[in-house]
């Protein structure tokens, strides 16, 4: 089994990589298009990646991208949340 990092780290890590990819993950959930199960499932996935202690440090040189990186496992989600929040502006 592998070993699963702290849940707040982790929560950090989402909320970062939304802010960096323009998924805003909180106003995803309030506006209804993120349940909390889908969030909780987000920083489930964060604390089993194996990338993820290397995420900070590129988080740290990528304040603003187009796409989380291919090593992200949330990366289809951050894109989904990206498309739909650019089709309400």
Known sequence: MPHLGEIMTHLR???RMGR???ADIVAAHEQGHLTQQDWA???HQC???DWANR???WL???ETVKN???TCR???RFAALQTRSSQEV
Do not use: S
């Open 55 to 57: 995420c900070p440090e």
């Open 20 to 22: 960096a990819t323009g």
């Open 60 to 62: 740290d040189r990528h």
């Open 47 to 49: 604390r089993g990646c």
């Open 74 to 76: 949330n990366r289809q």
């Open 41 to 43: 499932e987000m920083v």
């Open 13 to 15: 890590l989402v909320l």
């Open 68 to 70: 989380a990186p291919q």
